[in-house]
C-alpha cells in the first residue's frame, strides 16, 4: 500500500503539472486525501477485481466514484478551465485503476 500510496502521489503531481505547474502542491494534497478516504476500499476493490468477484466494469466504477469526491475544486478555482479540469479529472481515475492494479495486486 505504501508504495502504492506514493505512486499515486506522484502520479497526480505529474498530471497536475502537464496541465499546470503551479497546482502541484494542490494535487498533492488532493492525492493525499483521496488515499486517506479509499484507504481500505482500494485493496479490497482490487483483491476483489482480480480473484473474478466483480468485473473490470464494476472495478472501474467504483474507482471512479472516489476520484470523484477527490476534492477538484481547488483546481478550478485555481484558474484552470473546465475542460483542462475534467482532462485531469479523468487522467487521475485511469492513473489511480492502472497504479492500483499494479502495486496492490
Not at 4 to 12: C, H, I, M, N, W
Not at 17 to 36: I, M, P
Not at 82 to 93: G, H, P, Q, S, T
Amino acid at each position: 500500500m505504501a508504495k502504492f500510496a506514493e505512486a499515486l502521489e506522484q502520479a497526480f503531481i505529474q498530471a497536475a503539472g502537464n496541465e499546470a505547474g503551479a497546482l502541484r502542491t494542490q494535487a498533492a494534497n488532493d492525492a493525499k486525501d483521496f488515499l486517506k478516504r479509499t484507504a481500505i476500499e482500494i485493496p479490497q476493490w482490487t483483491y476483489q477485481y482480480k480473484s473474478g468477484q466483480m468485473s473490470r466494469m464494476e472495478y472501474e466504477g467504483l474507482m471512479r466514484g472516489q476520484v470523484d469526491l477527490a476534492h477538484m475544486h481547488a483546481l478550478l478555482h485555481a484558474g484552470l478551465s473546465a475542460a483542462a479540469a475534467e482532462r485531469l479529472r479523468k487522467k487521475l481515475i485511469e492513473l489511480s485503476i492502472d497504479l492500483a492494479i499494479k502495486f496492490l495486486i
